[in-house]
T-cell receptor, first 113, second 114 residues
Framework: TQLLEQSPQFLSIQEGENLTVYCNSS?????LQWYRQEPGEGPVLLVT?????EVKKLKRLTFQFGDARKDSSLHITAAQPGDTGLYLC?????????????FGQGTELSVKP | DSGVTQTPKHLITATGQRVTLRCSPR?????VYWYQQSLDQGLQFLIQ???????AKGNILERFSAQQFPDLHSELNLSSLELGDSALYFC?????????????FGPGTRLTVL
């Protein structure tokens, strides 16, 4: 069974600080997606990484896919209160039939002004 | 707005009852996925349909079933409901099933079983 472990589970920081969220697995993924979810709403896709070692930037967010495609990280620079939310990583298995996603448990981020 | 619509937004029902959740995918998307999100289990894949046919199954209970219609909308049927079925149910859609399947999620249906 493929699992994705996210850490930390909870993160409370002050505005302006930097943070990193980790997503780890013992399995290889063909792609990995990061989502952000607000309470009571559906996850919103932030980025998809496909190639081992790939780095993608989205304004103050930097996403990295591990060389072996087993892990990923999300780094936020100068966090703002608007970054508050649940961050989820989701992987598509190498031998996946159909494209279902395996989700990590999420990182609950709170950025205080 | 992801382009995926789900109805109803909220559903409150009693144990033993049956409900139907509806999902319309983004225009042009052929794949529909159903996920369940609860506090203790996180987001769990239930089932996927591609162009009307079942493509993949996850940890979906036998009391649950789904289908995708010719116009590509999908319905998730939950029967003999139990308290533990209370959760957020999300539908997601993607273009296909091969390559990188970026999935776009609907706003969800919050099911409360009393």
């Amino acid at each position: 069974t493929q699992l994705l472990e996210q850490s930390p589970q909870f993160l409370s920081i002050q505005e302006g600080e930097n943070l990193t969220v980790y997503c780890n697995s013992s399995s290889v993924f063909s792609s990995l997606q990061w989502y952000r979810q607000e309470p009571g709403e559906g996850p919103v896709l932030l980025v998809t990484v496909v190639t081992g070692g790939e780095v993608k930037k989205l304004k103050r967010l930097t996403f990295q896919f591990g060389d072996a495609r087993k892990d990923s990280s999300l780094h936020i620079t100068a966090a703002q209160p608007g970054d508050t939310g649940l961050y989820l990583c989701a992987g598509e298995g190498v031998y996946n039939q159909g494209g279902k996603l395996i989700f990590g448990q999420g990182t609950e981020l709170s950025v205080k002004p | 707005d992801s382009g995926v619509t789900q109805t109803p937004k909220h559903l409150i029902t009693a144990t033993g009852q049956r409900v139907t959740l509806r999902c319309s995918p983004r225009s042009g998307d052929l794949s529909v996925y159903w996920y369940q999100q609860s506090l203790d289990q996180g987001l769990q894949f239930l089932i996927q349909y591609y162009n009307g046919e079942e493509r993949a199954k996850g940890n979906i209970l036998e009391r649950f079933s789904a289908q995708q219609f010719p116009d590509l909308h999908s319905e998730l049927n939950l029967s003999s409901l139990e308290l533990g079925d209370s959760a957020l149910y999300f539908c997601a859609s993607s273009v296909g099933t091969s390559g990188v399947n970026e999935q776009f999620f609907g706003p969800g249906t919050r099911l409360t079983v009393l």
